[in-house]
T-cell receptor, first 116, second 111 residues
């Protein structure tokens, strides 16, 4: 069975601070994908990144960066110089190709509040 | 390219009634996934449809059902509604390659 743990339920930061959202996953499969989604108050899930299990390169996209470490089964997400528009709930998710099933397993989410 | 469309946006039903939620996937996507986001429970997988067939379902009772039409759009039906069915229902479409695009959801309120 797959499991994703986001230990931080809520985080508050002051605008322009850096913030890291933690994600730890569990799976016995060797082939899997990890995702981060952003859910603003409007409700839709906005795709941020997908990373496959064979690619441990860190990625940077503007103010966003992701650190994938298979040794610790972690896929952490850092926002640099946070802005009020970053306020949202962020979900980490896992997809494995086991038994023909492809659905996402989500963490409980981390609610980020950026205070002006 | 049009995104994933869900309707209605909001739905209010009385306990015991039936609710029907609809999802239109991105053109060319053959898979549709349904998720329930209830308060305090996170996002939970409900159903997966691909090529018109139900391929997998999550840990939900049989009164949660659905179907996928030849044009790959999908319906989620919830029978005998209970108060705890109140939630945001999200649909995602996929070309079956570990890529998922979500709709804006249907917020179901059971009173």
């Amino acid at each position: 069975a797959q499991k994703v743990t986001q230990a931080q339920t809520e985080i508050s930061v002051v605008e322009k601070e850096d913030v890291t959202l933690d994600c730890v996953y569990e799976t016995r499969d060797t082939t899997y994908y990890l995702f981060w989604y952003k859910q603003p108050p409007s409700g839709e899930l906005v795709f941020l990144i997908r990373r496959n299990s064979f690619d441990e390169q860190n990625e940077i996209s503007g103010r966003y960066s992701w650190n994938f470490q298979k040794s610790t089964s972690s896929f952490n997400f850092t926002i640099t110089a946070s802005q009020v528009v970053d306020s949202a709930v962020y979900f980490c998710a896992l997809s494995v190709r086991g038994a023909g099933s492809y659905q996402l397993t989500f963490g409980k989410g981390t609610k980020l509040s950026v205070i002006p | 390219e049009a995104g994933v469309t869900q309707s209605p946006t909001h739905l209010i039903k009385t306990r015991g009634q039936q609710a029907t939620l609809r999802c239109s996937p991105i053109s060319g996507h053959t898979s549709v996934y349904w998720y329930q986001q209830a308060l305090g429970l996170g996002l939970q997988f409900l159903l997966w449809y691909d090529e018109g067939e139900e391929r997998n379902r999550g840990n939900f009772p049989p009164r949660f059902s659905g179907r996928q039409f030849p044009n790959y759009s999908s319906e989620l039906n919830v029978n005998a509604l209970e108060l705890e069915d109140s939630a945001l229902y999200l649909c995602a479409s996929s070309p079956r390659t570990d890529s998922y695009t979500f709709g804006s959801g249907t917020r179901l309120t059971v009173v």
